[in-house]
């Protein structure tokens, strides 16, 4: 204990490393695996890091001044991360999101202050379902609304600062291993936590491996696209090139299935106490699978993103 802090900011990281001592004795795989903690987190997931991150580099590059809006495209992880964010530092939030998105997050951004623009879909879009055509829609809003209200774009998928403010969390990691990390394998979506724990952990030991998980059908930086597959793994797996990626930091390539990555959620929160969302159990069961292949015996750290309270409104966790 340190005593009180003085902004929710400060709550933000130093999240614990839990070994997975429990799923090694279920599951049997010889080596171990860490997961870093981050559901943790104030809003409960990893996306604090970049919230706090971007907008502190922002704000000392002069780039966001003191009450100046920020404005994202997001209703996810990282949209209540930011809205908290700016709430405790004081910037207005404006987030632009599509009619498509379910309203749960949509809530929690508007409880922690944020200004929520709605924008409609594409001709004969599906509710529920927000299409590339959808995206394409909020992004002119988004671009329109910048110019307009002078806001700071955040801009998740395009700024590097996404990758650099994983990095503090990487070097926890590492510390909190005792420097035992040899291998790491992160689910992309925007790619920032990837690049952010490659970097960091290859700083520290060229030596350690860094995979990139991908969905089953949908493995863009492996080369495996099946024509027709989609996937339930939220906040990741486009199957595109990622602007802040850079593919020399890719060792290896794992994939896993919507079913693998369900199943070791359950795992997850029966075995190990650990309640979390569909792409950590991909992290983690990616690691599982190298650790069953080439990379026996050997010692892997995954990130656990977001905390499963998350995803009650999805069948993940159905009996
Ligand atoms: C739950 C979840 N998992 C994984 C990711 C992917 O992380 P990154 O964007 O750093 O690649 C995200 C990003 O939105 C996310 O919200």
């Known amino acids: 204990m340190d005593g009180f802090i003085t902004c929710m900011t400060q709550a933000i990281g130093k999240t614990p490393l839990l070994r997975l001592d429990r799923l090694k004795a279920h599951l049997g795989y010889e080596g171990e695996i860490y997961a870093k903690l981050e559901q943790l987190n104030p809003t409960s997931s990893k996306k604090d890091r970049i919230a706090l991150g971007m907008i502190e580099i922002a704000e000392q590059k002069g780039l966001l001044k003191p009450g100046q ?21 004081g910037h207005p939030f404006i987030c632009v999101i599509s009619k498509g998105n379910s309203v749960e997050r949509v809530k ?26 959808d995206m394409r829609y909020v ?22 600062d996404n990758s650099a403010s994983h990095e ?3 070097l926890e990691m590492w510390v909190q291993s005792m420097g035992q990390i040899q291998a790491f394998a ?11 724990y490659a970097r960091a952990l290859k700083r520290l030991n060229p030596a350690i491996r860094a995979y990139a ?15 027709g597959t989609s996937h339930t793994i939220q906040g990741g797996g ?35 106490g650990v309640f979390a969302g569909l792409s950590s159990g991909a992290n983690v069961a990616a690691a599982v699978k190298a650790l069953n ?21 999805t069948d993940l966790f159905c009996l």
């Open 213 to 227: 998980v991908e969905p089953h059908g949908l493995a863009y930086y492996k080369g495996e696209i099946i024509p």
């Open 69 to 89: 809006p920020v404005l994202e495209m997001t209703s996810g992880n990282t949209g209540t991360a930011v809205a908290m964010v700016c709430s405790a530092k």
């Open 139 to 160: 992004e002119k809003v988004a671009e329109r609304l910048v110019k307009e209200t002078g806001a700071f774009y955040f801009n998740q998928f395009q700024n590097n």
């Open 293 to 313: 292949g080439a990379e026996r015996g050997n010692h892997f750290g995954v990130v656990v993103n977001d905390c499963g309270l998350k995803y009650m409104s």
């Open 186 to 196: 992160d689910f992309i979506g925007t790619g920032g936590t990837f690049m952010g």
């Open 108 to 133: 929690m951004i508007k409880a922690l202050g944020g200004q929520i623009v709605l924008v409609e879909q594409a001709p004969g879009a599906e509710m529920g379902k927000v299409s590339g055509e």
């Open 238 to 272: 486009y199957a595109k090139d990622m602007v802040i990626v850079d593919k020399a930091y890719m060792d290896g390539f794992l994939t896993v299935s919507c079913e693998e990555s369900a199943e070791m959620c359950k795992n997850l929160a029966k075995i190990e």
């Open 168 to 170: 503090p969390a990487a």
